[in-house]
């Protein structure tokens, strides 16, 4: 969430900040009930004050044996306008809250600006893409032809958009997990294994809530949301406490499963592991200091391209433009990988700083050695999404006689050099 304070003092900066990005943003409003919001505050101000004075004068009176029923009747007057204002300072701050948590966060002044993908820039690539002697397939009939992927008994127990994953299938994914998790350990990360279900104030901690509510699973009957990626309950880890200047950065890694309701995708990536309702997923979660964050971009998404680096996997990097970045992010990088069967880079991971933009909602500060408190600034990304790293194997290595061959890190996970 924004700072109100730099909102209404930096109007037109915010302003233009927000029209580079997609859709509307209430910050005219926005300024309009912070300054009745201010008045109120000024006006309560006086008649406390006035209160205060009166009820001095009245024991005077009192002492001196005097009439006092006028000054009694003027407070008692003043103390039901007081008992108005702050009725009405009370809808006006929560409405303020309300208005807040509906705008995004202002893109940092060196993301590109532009309203769709077609604005993205790209950053660097990695390895050539693999030219085959073969007509290469998707990976959904790689799956389905080495019985490792079971999409119509998915779809019979759970519905569309759901996959099992069956015999050297399943190993595969797990050893993709493993490699992911073992590799980021190794590099200072520490490993988390939270809930996969969150309550409500952990969702508005991220900025999932209230906005994005139509596509998260929620609980029946519970205050609850599963988690649409492990982002969330690991951010929340911190919140509401004030963590010590000496302690950051600090990196976590977390596997869990994902659960996304993805409205509003109807038609695109139907088939196969890009787009599910519930997939896996290892993320890195960063809290660093304001001036180191965007450093700390740099070195969380290096440590994500680790694994398509390991893997020897083709990707690239790219700089998301203004309307393209999310909601809660000041700047973006997606790493695509290859997918020879889609004949274009696909994304494998959304790395992000968020500036103070989640730490301002979930509370998250940390104690400088001067003393004085100020909010971290959180970052994360996919460190990968392990699905699709398993889609990209498929397709990446896949054999003229239909079978895949294990990258050389994976083999020590999966106990076989090749699936046939």
């Not at 029209?19 to 209430?26: D, T, V």
């Not at 104030?201 to 205050?223: C, H, I, W, Y």
Request: contains cysteine; glycine residues 6%; charged residues 25%.
């Amino acid at each position: 969430m924004l700072d109100l304070r730099f909102v209404t003092e930096n109007i037109d900066y915010v302003r233009d900040a927000l029209s580079k990005r997609n859709g509307k943003y209430p910050i005219e409003e926005i300024a309009a009930l912070n300054e009745e919001r201010r008045s109120l505050i000024r006006e309560t101000e006086r008649l406390k004050a006035k209160k205060n004075a009166s009820s001095d004068e009245i024991a005077a009176l009192k002492r001196r044996e005097a009439d006092a029923s006028a000054l009694i009747a003027e407070m008692k007057l003043a103390g039901e306008e007081i008992k108005e204002l702050d009725a009405k300072l009370n809808a006006i701050e929560s409405k303020l809250g309300e208005l807040l948590y509906s705008v995004p966060n202002l893109p940092a002044p060196n993301v590109p600006a532009g309203k769709d993908d077609r604005y993205n820039v790209e950053i660097r690539r990695s390895l050539t893409p693999r030219v085959f002697g073969f007509e290469p397939k998707p990976h959904w009939d790689i799956g389905e032809g080495l019985n490792v992927l079971d999409w119509p008994r998915a779809a019979k127990i759970s519905g569309a958009r759901f996959t099992v994953y069956k015999g050297a299938g399943a190993r595969l994914e797990r050893a993709v997990c493993n490699l992911m998790l073992d590799t980021h350990t190794q590099n200072g990360y520490t490993e988390i294994f939270p809930p996969f279900m969150v309550n409500r104030d952990s969702m508005l901690g991220t900025g999932q809530l209230p906005k994005f509510e139509e596509d998260m699973f929620r609980v029946e009957g519970a205050n609850y949301f599963l988690i649409p990626t492990a982002e969330v309950p690991v951010t929340n880890l911190h919140r509401n406490e004030i963590l010590g200047e000496t302690e950051l950065p600090i990196k976590y890694c977390a596997y869990t499963a994902c659960f996304r309701a993805e409205a509003g995708s109807a038609g695109r990536d139907t088939r196969g592991l890009i787009r599910q309702h519930q997939f896996n997923k290892v993320e890195l979660v960063k809290f660093a200091r304001p001036d180191d964050s965007f450093g700390e971009l740099e070195t969380l998404t290096n440590d994500a391209e680790r694994i398509l680096r390991i893997l020897e996997i083709p990707y690239r990097v790219v700089l998301l433009c203004t309307g393209d970045t999310g909601f809660s992010s000041c700047m973006t990088y997606d790493i695509e990988v290859w997918m020879p069967s889609y004949n274009r880079y696909v994304e494998i991971s959304s790395c992000s700083n968020f500036g103070d933009f989640q730490a301002r909602r979930a509370n998250i500060k940390f104690r400088a050695a001067n003393g004085k408190t100020a909010y971290v600034h959180t970052l994360n990304g996919s460190g990968l999404a392990i699905g699709r790293t398993t889609a990209a194997i498929l397709e990446n290595f896949q054999n003229a006689d239909g079978g895949v061959t294990i990258p050389d890190a994976l083999r020590k996970y999966t106990g076989f050099s090749i699936i046939k």
